[in-house]
């Protein structure tokens, strides 16, 4: 069973940072694109970051700048870094997995996701 399991979430004030980690496990992800969306009250979910399995990383608007993904295959974790956060970045975020890179795709896999609060 293929799971995704976020974690790193949690209250910041503005400006500050977090870093969110989520860890693969019931397959084999080097072969994946693993990303990143979030989805804010309201608002329609968005693409925050992918990095591909050759290590290329794409970013949405908002997180060109701030955010920086990574992954660790030894570990089946894939990192997202955020800095100079605002409250405009509180959101569920959730960890997902492309199979064969193919991130312009639908995921086939998500996480149950990690809520960040940005507030003072």
């Known amino acids: 069973q293929v799971q995704l399991v976020e974690s790193g979430g949690g209250l910041v004030q503005p400006g500050g940072s977090l870093k969110l980690s989520c860890v693969a496990s019931?397959?084999?992800?080097?072969?994946?694109?693993m990303g990143w969306y979030r989805q804010a009250p309201g608002k329609q979910r968005e693409l925050v970051a992918v990095?591909?399995?050759?290590?290329?990383?794409r970013y949405g608007g908002s997180a060109k700048g701030r955010f920086t993904i990574s992954r660790d295959d030894a570990e089946n974790t894939v990192y997202l870094q955020m800095n100079s956060l605002t409250p405009e970045d509180t959101a569920v975020y959730s960890c997902?997995?492309?199979?064969?890179?193919?991130?312009?795709?639908?995921?086939?896999?998500w996480g149950q996701g990690t809520l960040v609060t940005v507030s003072s």
């Open positions: 019931g397959r084999i992800f080097s072969n994946d694109a």
């Open positions: 990095i591909t399995s050759g290590g290329t990383t």
């Open positions: 997902n997995s492309w199979e064969g890179d193919k991130w312009y795709y639908s995921p086939q896999y």
